[in-house]
């Protein structure tokens, strides 16, 4: 372990949009970190290598600068403990593994997937949690060797304690117990020699010199699998935090199925960073009424590990709002507010794009406003009347189109106005419609208005996480219209 002081980190996956929890966590480690004097580290857990892409990745590191986070180690600026990607560290894993295997606490495993499905589905059927019964730990070394020998596939899964319960102490839980017997026997090691998450991040952690692991409450049930590969290895343990999980108003869980969710969608819309970080860093301190508005170095000096709330954090828009007001009325001057709008304006070429494909389409500047506002508006909620005059197009078959379209667009690995349109053209042919049939209502629920921006490039600027926010909003509206047409 560390000897200079605390040593913690964001380890992000860059599977998708970055999430406002990943920020929520990363500030957790770096007010941690700075309050006391430790190492604030970023490391990219890209062992999912069907979901991983280059770009989810500069989306991390873009969302996490955006946020005003400067780590001091990882894959954009080194430190004596890297490579700070996964995918890059993958034969560091292996001897760990081998070693486990060797002191008999871990085994090959030969189950195909249909016979786990097969086994997962009789569990279920008998009222039982599904795991792993442990079938392959029982084959003797001779079989085992000349398995491997002829080239079957196997994952390595790791051994359980049939009795008693792990015990450990959370930083914010206090003391936790779970028993063995809720603990599933993990793969540790993929068949593509890949390790998973749960082996990686221990052995990760442990070769970066990580003092403590502050992570959402969801990883709490990981803790025993955790702390027993630390147990075999030999290795000492982290301090563990598992911060409660960020909801809604109504207590739901925070998700981009039901509201945004994205870190990007919140720059876009024109919040400022500072404000989201004061928004977030309430949940980690105490205040008196009225000392809500906060900088970075307050954040550091009021943050307290010791006296952290468990009840939740919930993520109150409306708050975020009023700090965002306050942080634009009552921390920038004039000149600093102009510059910030320009910077927003130009975040992502959205101006500069926008203005290039507005020049062929207008005959004098003020009709910019109308035809280009779309890209820099908030809250744009389409009207009823504008899908109405969509031709041939009755409410249902909007609606149709509106939810086909949003699990095609989840999908997408790359964002870009080829992608979007090589989509929607393929969606059409799978819905046996014209293309023109299927962008009518898109062109409504992107701009508000059936006149606008060439479709695919609107939607390649105005980015994944504003589009996904678009379409949930349209939907809503025209389903409203179909409850009005069966009432009339």
């Known amino acids: 372990m560390s000897t200079t002081g605390p040593r913690l980190r964001i380890a992000p996956s860059p599977t ?30 890209d062992t999912d290598a069907t979901r991983s892409t280059p770009e989810f990745e500069k989306n991390v590191l873009d969302a996490l600068k955006w946020c005003g986070l400067e780590w001091d180690e990882g894959p954009d600026v080194g430190g004596p403990y ?5 995918s890059d560290r993958k034969d560091l894993y292996k001897p760990y593994v081998d070693r486990l295997v060797a002191d008999g606490h871990a085994f090959h495993c030969f189950c195909t997937p249909e ?43 790791m051994k359980i304690p049939t009795e ?3 015990k450990f102490t959370d930083g914010v839980y206090g003391d936790v117990e779970i028993p063995w017997d809720a603990v ?47 147990t075999y290895l030999g290795l000492e343990p982290p301090q563990f935090f598992h911060l409660p999980l960020m909801r809604n108003p109504d207590k739901s869980k925070l998700s981009k199925r039901k509201n945004p969710t994205s870190i990007s969608y919140y720059s876009a819309l024109g919040y400022l960073p500072e404000a989201l970080m004061n928004f977030l860093g309430l949940f980690f301190i105490q205040i008196a009424e009225g000392e809500e508005l906060m900088d970075m170095s307050t954040l550091i000096e009021k943050f307290d590990a010791d006296n952290l709330n468990k ?45 290039k494909l ?3 389409r207008i005959t004098k500047l003020g009709e910019l406003p109308a035809l280009m506002g779309f890209l820099l508006q908030s809250d744009m909620v389409p009207q009823a009347e504008a899908f109405a005059k969509i031709k041939k197009t009755n409410p249902e078959e909007i609606l149709e189109i509106l939810k086909a379209v949003q699990p095609v667009l989840e999908k997408l690995v790359e964002w870009n106005a080829t992608t979007v349109e090589d989509a929607l053209r393929q969606l059409a042919e799978d819905m046996d419609k014209k293309l023109r049939t299927v962008v009518a209502p ?40 179909v409850v009005e047409e069966a009432k009339k």
Request: with cysteine; glycine share 8%.
């Open 115 to 157: 016979r786990l499905e097969r086994m997962r589905a009789g569990q279920r059927a008998e009222g039982k949690a599904p795991k792993y019964d442990g079938l392959c730990m029982h084959l003797k070394a001779e079989e085992v060797k000349a398995r491997i020998e002829a080239g079957e596939p196997n994952v390595v899964r």
């Open 442 to 481: 898109l062109f409504v629920a992107m701009s508000g208005s059936s006149r606008s921006l060439p479709l695919f490039d609107s939607m390649a600027i105005l980015g994944r996480a504003v589009v996904r926010q678009r379409l949930k909003t349209a939907e809503g509206v025209v389903a409203g219209m």
């Open 311 to 355: 009840s939740g954090a919930v993520f109150d828009t409306q708050k975020l709002e009023w700090l965002n007001g306050r942080f634009l009325r009552e921390t920038l001057s004039e000149e600093d507010f102009i510059l910030r709008v320009a910077a927003w304006a130009s975040e992502n070429a959205r101006l500069k794009e926008g203005l």
């Open 16 to 45: 998708g949009e970055p999430h406002v929890g990943t920020a929520y966590t990363a500030l957790f480690n770096y007010l941690y970190a700075k309050k006391m004097g430790g190492t604030f580290i970023l490391r990219i857990e």
């Open 184 to 230: 599933d026997m993990q793969v540790l090691l993929k068949a593509d020699g890949m390790p998973t998450y749960h082996m990686a991040n221990v052995v990760d952690d442990h070769m970066m010199k990580i003092t403590h692991v502050a992570r959402g409450e969801e990883w709490l049930a990981s803790v025993p699998k955790h702390i027993l590969l630390y």
């Open 82 to 86: 890297g490579p700070y990607r996964q």
């Open 358 to 360: 507005s020049q062929s």
């Open 164 to 166: 008693g319960a792990c």
